[in-house]
T-cell receptor, first 113, second 112 residues
């Protein structure tokens, strides 16, 4: 069964450092997403990406965040200057089209110290 | 109004019983309502989803009931098993919103 893969599974970084979280969406999917889940809380939408540009973003997705599809398979989330409150699980997801089944990766646990 | 309100926050059900989780929304533009199951340390996995043109959808032991006029939908897990113990999230999307809006989750424990 096709799956969304994310790397690394766990990343520890110092406050103020830049991090890049990586995702490989399902190959025939066209829409890509990043979500965040702070420990014990709900999953929150960050950004959607389609046709090589941001389609929608939430209030959480401020100027310190950026997304990129550097090649035909990877989809990345960059946090430029990490803060303690960025500590969370970050999930990548993909869909064939809007408002259909979203497949989630296993997540990257980001710990900012 | 992008919120999706989910209840209860936690639920304990005996093995073989029926687990019921409820969600309510306000944005009438939502047109896709999935339920996700999440185990600790894992990503959300789609269980079942419904669109507003039907009032009920059943897949195995899982049923979604949808009430468009009340703007509510619920998940019923029949014959609940210990392996169903997980966190369940309702979600919604539509009306031009690409991303899913999630409820706060229900921590379900099935007691043997």
């Amino acid at each position: 069964e096709p799956e969304v893969t994310q790397t690394p599974s766990h990343q520890v970084t110092q406050m103020g450092q830049e991090v890049i979280l990586r995702c490989v969406p399902i190959s025939n999917h066209l829409y890509f997403y990043w979500y965040r889940q702070i420990l014990g809380q709900k999953v929150e939408f960050l950004v959607s990406f389609y046709n090589n540009e941001i389609s929608e973003k939430s209030e959480i997705f401020d100027d310190q965040f950026s997304v990129e599809r550097p090649d035909g398979s990877n989809f990345t989330l960059k946090i430029r200057s990490t803060k303690l409150e960025d500590s969370a699980m970050y999930f990548c997801a993909s869909t064939i089209k809007v408002n259909t089944e979203a497949f989630f990766g296993q997540g990257t646990r980001l710990t900012v110290v | 109004q992008q919120q999706v309100k989910q209840s209860p926050q936690s639920l304990i059900v005996q093995k073989g019983g029926i687990s019921i989780i409820n969600c309510a929304y306000e944005n009438t533009a939502f047109d896709y309502f999935p339920w996700y199951q999440q185990f600790p340390g894992k990503g959300p996995a789609l269980l079942i989803a419904i669109r507003p043109d039907v009032s009920e959808k059943k897949e195995g032991r899982f049923t979604i009931s949808f009430n468009k006029s009340a703007k509510q939908f619920s998940l019923h897990i029949m014959d609940s098993q210990p392996g169903d113990s997980a966190t369940y999230f309702c979600a919604a999307s539509g009306g031009g919103a690409d991303g899913l809006t999630f409820g706060k989750g229900t921590h379900l424990i099935i007691q043997p």
